[in-house]
Structure formats: C-alpha cells, structure tokens
C-alpha cells in the first residue's frame, strides 16, 4: 500500500541505515535516503538517493525539504576500537549534524522525527561486572554516559526533547543495543564485534587461534537488524516521545559469542586474548519491559539465526574478494 508520508532517512549509506530503507520502500513510502557515501556493497532501494554533508547546515536544509518523517541515523561511530581512538571527531561531527538536523526539520515543518540514540548513554557505574541488571530507561541519570561517543548521544537525546518541548516537533528517541546482521562493516577498523568475530572465524582454518579483545568475558546483547529496523517504524508511528530501548535482552559474553559463531562455521576455535585491547563497559544488557508496553512487540530473531545469516554474507564477501583460504 502507497504511504502519504515522504520520509528521508539519513546514514542510508550505512549499514543500518541501508537496510532501513528497504524495510520502508517494501511497506510502501516514497524514501530519500541521504549519506555522504553510498551503500557500499548493493544500490540504495530509496527512491532517491542524494550525497549530501549533514555536517553543514545547508545541507540539512535540503535533504529536509519537502519531508514529512525524517529518520535521522547519519553519525560518525563504529566499534569500540574506534569510538576510543576518536572522541574528539565524533563528538564534533555528530554534534553538528544532530543540531542542525533538528534545526532544519523545524524549518522545513517536518513533522515527526526519530534520532537514533545508543545504550552507550548508560553509566558506567551500573555496568561494573558480567552479569549486570539489565538497563531501562530511567538508569540513564544521574548520567555517567561512555566518553565521546556516549556524552553525545545524550546531549542529542536532550535536544530532541527540547525541540519538542519549546517548538512542538514530535521527536522519538531509540536506543539501540549492538545491532548486527549482513551488509555492514566487517573489516578496516570500525566493526563491531559479532562481525569481527564472524570475519576471522571465516579466515580461520580448523584448529586455529583467533584474537578475542580483553578475557572475553565482558557482555553484551545482540540484536538483528530485521528486528531493529521493524521496532525503529514501530516507534516512529507510535505516540510515545520518551527515550526507548531496542534490543535482545539475552545477555552473553564475546567468548560465548565466539563459540556460537565458531559453531555455525563448524570449526574448532582457540581463542586467544588480548588484555591490551579496548573492551568497553565490562557487561550490558536491555531491559525490554517499557518497548513491550509501549510498541506490544519486542525482537523476535534468535541470536543463532541472525548470526547464521551474518556469517554466511560475510563469508560470501571475504570469498568474492579472495580473502578466504582456498
Ligand atoms: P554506520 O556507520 O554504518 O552508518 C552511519 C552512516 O552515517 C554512514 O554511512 C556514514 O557515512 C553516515 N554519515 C556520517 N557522517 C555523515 C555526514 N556528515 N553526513 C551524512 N552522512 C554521514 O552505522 P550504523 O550501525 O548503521 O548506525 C546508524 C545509527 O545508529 C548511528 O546514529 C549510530 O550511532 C546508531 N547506533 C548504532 C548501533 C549499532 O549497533 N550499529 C548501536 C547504537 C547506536
């Protein structure tokens, strides 16, 4: 069915932002997609598709134009190797792009607009060990958020409130816990981890060793990006302003991960580790309580199947470029 709506959605040149698109073009909307690259590794579904800087506030004007949604999932980021090594850039490109966003979405009367926010908004002090309490909405504050990339998504989080406090525009604000799933970065630095891990098991040889960072025994929760894509719409469509997880809420550790992995690619893996490396907070999870009252639906994709689907795309990759042993 043909959507009224004209909807942009920004970072479709990234990975969720990519599969966003798709998910809105099959349910029926006109989609401009809008990044400062295209997607890397198939053509964009949007209808449009424009390369614009949303660092730059005319820019912002004109992806904006004529819009209705905006999905607003454009930022600097990666993984954690990244996000340490890259604070002050992070913090100035995604400052400027949120805040001119938002300005521009006012200008051009848009009328709803979702920001893309991260469970790395958390404190620290409530992820202390493995087996955490999962996080819900109020745990932001008193806030202790991750340096950088984290103090950010915050301050972006408490501009879309005001925007909808002072100047009524409909902000929805969600809060994404590790995203995975095919199509995203697996290689150059800014993976995240169950594509790091499903890249080097793909390159291992049975019996090998692979580099895990830290003991492996720090946790996180996993969700596929079907399933993130699916509760972004629901949340946009929604009348619900305050901030909102989305995420698995099973908790489990990188070497668990790497055991799941290993056993889709039915190796055998030795992990080796490396206390050198960055590994964030030391555990993570969601709490999925408020996502279920507020959308009545929460993800349904297990961690085996999706990274089942991960594993074989990105192994497809490493073999069309002759990365794989033979
Ligand atoms: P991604 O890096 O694949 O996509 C982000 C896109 O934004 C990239 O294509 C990038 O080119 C684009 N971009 C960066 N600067 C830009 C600029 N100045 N103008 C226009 N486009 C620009 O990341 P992703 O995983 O798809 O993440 C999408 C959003 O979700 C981001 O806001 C991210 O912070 C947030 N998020 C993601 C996760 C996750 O697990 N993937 C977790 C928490 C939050």
């Known amino acids: 069915m043909k959507q009224s709506e004209r909807v942009l959605v920004t970072g479709a ?41 949303l660092k730059r506030r005319d820019d912002c004007l004109v992806a904006t134009r004529e819009i209705d949604h905006v999905y607003n999932l454009a930022a600097n980021m990666g993984g954690i190797g990244f996000i340490e090594a890259n604070k002050a850039v992070i913090m100035h490109d995604n400052v400027l792009i949120n805040a001119h966003m938002l300005e521009a979405a006012r200008l051009q009367g848009v009328r709803r607009y979702l920001f893309t926010s991260s469970a790395c908004i958390y404190p620290g002090y409530r992820q202390e060990s493995p087996d955490v309490e999962p996080l819900c909405e109020e745990h932001a504050y008193p806030a202790d958020a991750e340096d950088g990339y984290g103090w950010e998504k915050l301050f972006a989080e408490r501009l879309c409130r005001h925007y909808r406090e002072d100047y009524g525009l409909e902000t929805r604000i969600v809060r994404f ?14 993976e995240k981890s169950p594509a790091a891990m499903c890249r080097k098991i793909a390159q291992a040889l049975d019996g090998d060793t692979i ?6 025994e720090q946790t996180r929760s996993y969700c596929f990006v079907d399933d993130c894509v699916e509760g972004i719409h629901r949340l946009m469509l929604s009348d619900y302003a305050e901030p909102l997880n989305l995420g698995q809420d099973r908790l489990i550790s990188v070497n668990e991960l790497v055991d799941i992995v290993a056993k889709i690619a039915q190796k055998q893996i030795r992990k080796r580790h490396d206390l050198d490396k960055p590994t964030g907070v030391r555990g993570r999870n969601s709490d999925n309580t408020r996502l279920r009252e507020v959308l009545g639906w929460e993800p349904q994709i297990s961690l085996e199947a999706g990274l089942e689907k991960t594993y074989d795309w990105i192994r497809g990759q490493l073999a069309a470029r002759g990365l794989l042993e033979p």
Request: hydrophobic share 30%.
């Open 211 to 216: 580099d895990v960072w830290g003991d492996g």
């Open 177 to 190: 816990h590790n995203i995975f799933g095919p199509k995203g970065t697996y290689d150059g630095g800014r």
């Open 13 to 53: 040149g990234g990975f969720i932002g990519h599969h966003l698109c798709q998910h809105l073009v099959a349910k029926g909307y006109t989609v401009r997609g809008v990044d400062v690259k295209k997607p890397e590794y198939e053509e964009s579904p949007a209808q449009e598709f424009e390369l614009l800087d």
